[in-house]
């Protein structure tokens, strides 16, 4: 006879967790069905079913076959995928009072620490707050036009840097996106190539795309694990958890403390966290402006490489828009002078590249989940407390009821001319829904277009011959919550000798900051 005692304790998991998925199928049942979707097995569901790469893919081919729609769970964790803008907006915008929150990830939230962040935090008063912070000091397009200073320089500095190491252009966009959000967030400059912070939010920023990418850590889906010691075989997991954790605090901490100090000192330059620090005294007040601060720092700026970085990409794939898009800087600025942040009401070319960016390749393409509050009916449909919703942005950006021929890269969708309306903003879906809109959307904008526009402006971006042979480069992009191009060879050469006198001028106002 078997007594409880003799069983182990993983055995006891077991037991309770297969109770526990047991009632959840029963349950689920008896309260009515979920949308369509790809067959499971008793308890594990579709488990052993899910995608281990490119996930928005494997979605996108699951919605053709069951629609817009698709719903599947694992482990009874019920997941619905939004493919469509009208379900997205229907339930994320419209009933966004049951739909603003987010799922318990055990690693990359408890563990790892990014549930203080607004990113991942619980929708709830805390949350609000970090919007309430992050809406006041930039979110309208009006209030980033004071920082049109901080984008300059460091776009600026960025261009006379991959004049020199256009192999390096992957760090320079680090770099520059990185002393962009520290500047404006904490009032510090980045000085030499290989900055502390910029390394601490390169590290941070990683971490989050590997660990809240669908499936990647197996403790989310089974909490318990949590129990297993760190030292024990078989959880690597575990410890590499600990070591993101470190990072997310150097994240959170570094950069705050440093910010108290010059303000103890009264040396501290102007910023969202010394500025924001002002206004309450309270503990709870200073944590919430470290951890709305630490969300610029770490997602503002890897979302901002990954966009530029398809900049690249897309202009030495299609050099008849970079080319349009010269002309048009030309025409409106001349070749005396850098665009200026003043000019972009004067580019609607310009605007309409950058914007054709997020659709192409979206830097989140299947956005963050979120997570049903309590029991909600649409459409015939049941979705139970804790369902979760993801949605499908890059399946609605490359979806033919919203673009024409949306593989192809083109800027003239979005300008609308006689009765041609502009297609789709893909802003409205990449940036998220509802209650969890991204709040940094101005500052991504502003960066984004001035880095395109300074480029272009100077150089011209092709693809590298070598040996007499065209380097092309590959166009799959690497799978995680933020996706990134492959790294890719591109020619950098300045477009006249207009623009090399032009950068040579840059060069030497840089040497005498």
Same mark, same amino acid.
């Given at each position: 006879m078997i007594t409880l005692s003799a069983l182990s304790l993983l055995d006891c998991a077991v037991v309770a967790l297969t109770v526990i998925l047991l009632k959840n199928v029963i349950t689920g049942k008896r309260k009515g069905a979920l949308p369509p979707g790809p067959k499971g097995w008793p308890i594990i569901g579709n488990a052993l079913g899910m995608p281990t790469s490119h996930h928005w893919k494997t979605f996108?081919?699951?919605?053709?076959?069951?629609?817009?729609?698709?719903?599947?769970?694992?482990?009874?964790?019920?997941?619905?995928?939004?493919?469509?803008?009208?379900?997205?907006?229907?339930?994320?915008?419209?009933?966004?009072?049951?739909?603003?929150?987010?799922?318990?990830?055990?690693?990359?939230?408890?563990?790892?620490?990014?549930?203080?962040?607004?990113?991942?935090?619980?929708?709830?008063?805390?949350?609000?707050?970090?919007?309430?912070?992050?809406?006041r000091w930039a979110g309208t397009r009006s209030s980033v036009m004071r920082f049109a200073p901080i984008f300059e320089r460091e776009v600026t500095k960025m261009i006379v840097r991959l004049a020199h190491q256009p192999d390096g252009l992957v760090e320079e966009l680090k770099k520059m996106a990185g002393a962009i959000i520290l500047d404006i967030t904490y009032g510090y400059r980045v000085q030499n190539d290989d900055d502390p912070l910029v390394r601490v939010v390169d590290l941070a920023a990683a971490n989050f795309s590997e660990l809240t990418t669908p499936g990647a850590c197996l403790a989310d889906t089974f909490p318990i694990l949590n129990y297993v010691p760190a030292w024990m075989p078989g959880a690597g997991w575990k410890r590499r958890a600990?070591?993101?954790?470190?990072?997310?605090?150097?994240?959170? /901490?570094?950069?705050?403390?440093? @910010?108290?100090?010059?303000?103890?000192?009264?040396? +501290?330059?102007?910023?969202? !966290? =010394?500025?924001?620090?002002?206004?309450?005294?309270? /503990?709870?007040?200073?944590?919430? @402006?470290?951890?709305?601060?630490?969300?610029?720092? +770490?997602?503002?700026?890897? !979302? =901002?490489?990954?966009?530029?970085?398809s900049f690249f990409l897309a202009m030495i794939c299609f050099p008849e828009v970079q080319k349009k898009a010269q002309l048009e800087i030309?025409?409106?600025?001349?070749?005396d002078r850098l665009p200026t942040l003043a000019d972009r009401d004067s580019l609607p070319f310009v605007n309409a590249l950058c914007t054709e960016l997020h659709r192409w390749n979206p830097a989140l393409p299947l956005g963050v989940?979120?997570?049903?509050?309590?029991?909600?009916?649409?459409?015939?449909?049941?979705?139970p407390k804790g369902t979760l919703f993801t949605v499908n942005v890059w399946k609605i950006l490359h979806d033919s009821v919203n673009y024409k021929d949306p593989l192809e890269f083109n800027p003239d969708r979005f300008i609308a001319s006689g009765e041609k309306e502009s297609e789709l903003d893909p802003r409205n879906v990449m940036f998220g829904f509802g209650r969890r809109v991204c709040t940094g959307i101005h500052l991504a904008?502003?960066?984004?277009?001035?880095?395109?526009?300074?480029?272009?402006?100077?150089?011209?971006?092709?693809?590298?011959?070598?040996?007499?042979?065209?380097?092309?480069?590959?166009?799959?992009?690497?799978?995680?919550?933020?996706?990134?191009?492959?790294?890719?060879?591109?020619?950098?050469?300045?477009?006249?000798?207009?623009?090399?006198?032009l950068l040579h001028s840059l060069e030497v106002e840089a040497l005498q900051e």
């Amino acid at each position: 006879m078997i007594t409880l005692s003799a069983l182990s304790l993983l055995d006891c998991a077991v037991v309770a967790l297969t109770v526990i998925l047991l009632k959840n199928v029963i349950t689920g049942k008896r309260k009515g069905a979920l949308p369509p979707g790809p067959k499971g097995w008793p308890i594990i569901g579709n488990a052993l079913g899910m995608p281990t790469s490119h996930h928005w893919k494997t979605f996108t081919e699951w919605s053709e076959k069951w629609g817009e729609m698709t719903s599947f769970t694992i482990f009874g964790q019920p997941m619905v995928m939004l493919n469509s803008l009208e379900h997205a907006v229907e339930l994320l915008n419209r009933r966004s009072t049951l739909y603003s929150d987010r799922p318990i990830l055990l690693v990359a939230g408890k563990l790892v620490g990014w549930d203080q962040v607004i990113t991942l935090a619980p929708y709830g008063a805390q949350h609000r707050e970090h919007r309430r912070l992050l809406s006041r000091w930039a979110g309208t397009r009006s209030s980033v036009m004071r920082f049109a200073p901080i984008f300059e320089r460091e776009v600026t500095k960025m261009i006379v840097r991959l004049a020199h190491q256009p192999d390096g252009l992957v760090e320079e966009l680090k770099k520059m996106a990185g002393a962009i959000i520290l500047d404006i967030t904490y009032g510090y400059r980045v000085q030499n190539d290989d900055d502390p912070l910029v390394r601490v939010v390169d590290l941070a920023a990683a971490n989050f795309s590997e660990l809240t990418t669908p499936g990647a850590c197996l403790a989310d889906t089974f909490p318990i694990l949590n129990y297993v010691p760190a030292w024990m075989p078989g959880a690597g997991w575990k410890r590499r958890a600990f070591a993101a954790a470190r990072d997310t605090h150097s994240m959170l /901490e570094i950069p705050y403390a440093m @910010v108290m100090e010059q303000m103890a000192a009264g040396s +501290a330059i102007h910023s969202f !966290t =010394s500025d924001s620090l002002e206004e309450k005294s309270s /503990e709870e007040h200073h944590n919430n @402006v470290k951890s709305a601060a630490g969300v610029m720092y +770490a997602a503002g700026a890897a !979302t =901002s490489v990954a966009t530029m970085h398809s900049f690249f990409l897309a202009m030495i794939c299609f050099p008849e828009v970079q080319k349009k898009a010269q002309l048009e800087i030309e025409a409106v600025v001349g070749t005396d002078r850098l665009p200026t942040l003043a000019d972009r009401d004067s580019l609607p070319f310009v605007n309409a590249l950058c914007t054709e960016l997020h659709r192409w390749n979206p830097a989140l393409p299947l956005g963050v989940t979120h997570r049903l509050i309590e029991d909600d009916v649409y459409e015939g449909y049941h979705f139970p407390k804790g369902t979760l919703f993801t949605v499908n942005v890059w399946k609605i950006l490359h979806d033919s009821v919203n673009y024409k021929d949306p593989l192809e890269f083109n800027p003239d969708r979005f300008i609308a001319s006689g009765e041609k309306e502009s297609e789709l903003d893909p802003r409205n879906v990449m940036f998220g829904f509802g209650r969890r809109v991204c709040t940094g959307i101005h500052l991504a904008d502003a960066t984004l277009f001035m880095a395109c526009t300074r480029t272009l402006a100077i150089f011209n971006l092709s693809k590298p011959i070598e040996n007499g042979r065209v380097i092309e480069p590959v166009v799959e992009y690497q799978t995680g919550t933020i996706s990134h191009p492959p790294l890719f060879k591109c020619a950098i050469t300045p477009r006249s000798a207009k623009a090399e006198a032009l950068l040579h001028s840059l060069e030497v106002e840089a040497l005498q900051e």
